[in-house]
């Protein structure tokens, strides 16, 4: 058996969990000598993130060295992968050269039905707890968003901030306004730009300077 060790961190990665690059890689060797592996191969990712498998040269590369008798050893399956349809892939993938996967946090050894089944398990329950993150971001931001309160950003046209809330400009919301109404009224983005120097509205900079990109951003955040 050869030992093919694949080593990832993305910047988002060290911060979570602290595993560097030489930790992972001592991981990995510390398992082949405990197994008796003399010949043992490191593949590394720096700085990828690892929602991806086909972006990932040091992964392709890995998995193209593995052949029969050989296993694929990931310190953790967050390492490897971030979906469970690039985890599967990658299982698969092995399986058909006859190569096996350990993944050591987790102790998974495909050698096994068992190993096979709880691997697969643990990739839709580490899907499913990254899209439960995700929904509740969606919610928080939406909450904020509903409560005028700042979400990361350039304040957007129509609003200052204080204290930590957007509250509405009475000047820059008339000139949303009539935005609105030039557009409704049939007029190109360059026509309402033009209309808004000579009503002498402002950008958020400050600049009587308008450009269409400008307009066409305030139309489309006021539809969002």
């Known amino acids: 058996m050869n030992a093919i060790g694949y080593i990832r961190v993305s910047t988002e990665g060290q911060a979570q969990d602290g595993v560097s690059l030489d930790a992972q890689e001592a991981k990995v060797r510390a ?3 405990l197994n008796g592996v003399e010949r043992v191969t490191i593949f590394r990712d720096a700085g990828l993130s690892g929602k991806r498998a086909d972006n990932r040269p040091g992964l392709q590369e890995a998995l193209l060295a593995v052949g029969p008798g050989d296993a694929l ?29 350990v993944s050591l946090s ?13 691997f697969r398990m643990l990739a839709v329950l580490s899907e499913f707890e990254r899209d439960q993150v995700s929904e509740r971001t ?12 700042k979400t990361g950003g ?7 901030l204080e204290q930590g809330r957007l509250v509405p400009d009475p000047a820059e919301q008339k000139a949303i306004v009539l935005i609105h109404e030039l557009r409704d009224a049939g007029n190109s983005l360059r ?16 600049r009587t300077h308008w450009h269409p990109q400008i307009v066409k951003q305030i139309l489309e955040r006021e539809a969002a």
């Open 154 to 160: 350039d304040v957007p046209y129509g609003f200052r």
């Open 31 to 33: 398992w082949a000598e």
């Open 138 to 149: 969606r919610f928080a931001l939406a909450h904020k968003r509903a409560n005028h309160q």
């Open 106 to 118: 987790e102790r998974i050894d495909t050698t096994t039905a068992a190993g096979k089944m709880v």
């Open 73 to 101: 050893i990931v310190y953790s399956l967050s390492r490897l992968a971030r979906s469970t349809k690039d985890t599967i892939t990658i299982a698969e993938t092995l399986d058909k050269r006859g190569a096996d996967l």
């Open 191 to 206: 026509r309402i730009a033009v209309e808004l120097e000579l009503r002498g509205y402002t950008t958020k900079t400050g």
